[in-house]
């Protein structure tokens, strides 16, 4: 019944700007740890950038200084922030939430959003 409603993607020139969301609804308690992953054809998930409850965030190398990632705990949102982008940045992105529902038995189970498209070409 949880789902991650991910938003934001598309089409966007090198040096352009994008905002990713995901919103997880379906009887939300909490949100814990969340994080942002992308995956291009033939290759691995891997992940971008991560955030703690606490606000605590780590980032890949490749997208320091021009990526960031928030949360609104009240909303269950993650959002990604994605500036300066490069076509190197082309991919599918996932979120990936870890969240207590109505559904679950107390502790934080994990959740992957259905992936969005980012292209970044001229």
């Known amino acids: 019944q949880v789902q991650l409603v991910e938003s934001g993607g598309g089409l966007v020139q090198p040096g352009g700007s994008l905002r990713l969301s995901c919103a997880a609804t379906?009887?939300?308690?909490?949100?814990?740890?969340v994080g942002w992953y992308r995956q291009t054809p033939g290759k691995q998930r891997d992940l971008v950038a991560e955030?703690?409850?606490?606000?605590?965030?780590n980032y890949a190398d490749s997208v320091k200084g021009r990526f960031t990632i928030s949360r609104d705990n009240a909303r269950h949102t993650v959002y990604l922030q994605m500036n300066s982008l490069k076509p190197e940045d082309t991919a599918v992105y996932y979120c990936?939430?870890?969240?207590?529902?109505?559904?679950?038995?107390?502790?934080?189970?994990?959740?992957w959003g259905q992936g969005i498209q980012v292209t970044v070409s001229s």
């Open positions: 955030i703690t409850r606490g606000g605590s965030t």
């Open positions: 990936d939430l870890f969240v207590t529902s109505v559904y679950g038995l107390g502790s934080p189970e994990e959740y």
């Open positions: 379906g009887g939300i308690f909490g949100m814990y740890a």
